[in-house]
């Protein structure tokens, strides 16, 4: 081979080598970028941390308990702080000022007392469906089976006052049946009236299925047919005053999500 030829070939190895440098060190950039977008990406999702303040009608209780430990399980660093009640009395709360950023209704016209003033809350969604049930004391000792069996004068029975959704409902039914009840007394929420019963200051009270079910085997449930024609819708909504706005839209996720429909499915609730 001549000096020349030999030449020629030292040049293009060392062309090929060039080449083959710069293709790694091209790759080595590219992977190199794709991880910094990875971790930018990674980094632009903020970690939700602090406390939400969630107003919800008492009937919720047992299941969003359960939802505010696993909430707080997923998101180390936040507090989930829970105000039960009526859901007029919640409503009134927040719109008189009361500091909160979710609110979760027993009916859509409670939730519209919050919805109508202006700037208090972004669009409410539905989430679960609740029936009525009469709660008797165990072993039903008053063999109740009907709506029309407690008009009888000698029971005891407690309903929710009517400015509550649960009170607002048994009265549908009530009326869907043509029926007439005056209670011992109206209470304020239903689980106030549920421990009526439990306490056995009543003998019977109308309440919800969820709530039937929670008080195991203190009281009896009796399902009654009219229940069908006064299903309430549960509304629930994000604040616009909301202190910790991230937070809660992630907890009001976490109610929509199979999982948080999986607890309040296993509460007794009915499907959205």
Known sequence: MTRSARRT?????????????LSACSSSDDSS???????????????????????????????FTTLGKEFEKAHPGTKVTFSFGGS???????????????????????????????D???????FVRNQLEIATLPGN????SSLKDLTKSSLKVVLCD????????????????????TPVSYEEDVKSALNKVVLKEADAAVVYKTDVKAAGSKVQGVEFPESTSA?????????KNAKNPEAAKAFIALVQSTEGQKVLSG????KP
């Open 162 to 181: 009517k400015t509550v959704p649960c009170g607002a409902a048994a009265l549908k039914a009530l009326d869907a049946s043509k029926l007439k009840l």
């Open 9 to 21: 070939l030292q040049v293009a190895g060392a062309g090929a080598a060039a080449l083959l440098a």
């Open 267 to 270: 509460a007794g609730f009915l």
């Open 231 to 239: 299903v309430n819708a549960y509304p629930i909504t994000l604040l």
């Open 120 to 126: 208090n809350a972004t669009e409410p969604a539905t």
């Open 141 to 144: 000792p008053d063999k109740v």
């Open 33 to 63: 970028s794709a991880k910094s977008d990875s971790s930018a990406s990674a980094s632009s999702s903020p970690k939700l941390s602090g406390t939400v303040t969630v107003f919800a009608a008492a009937s919720l209780q047992e299941s």
């Open 88 to 118: 007029d009395s919640l409503a009134a709360g927040i719109t008189g000022g009361a500091p909160a950023d979710v609110f979760a209704s027993a009916s859509p016209k409670t939730m519209k007392i919050v919805t109508d003033k202006k």
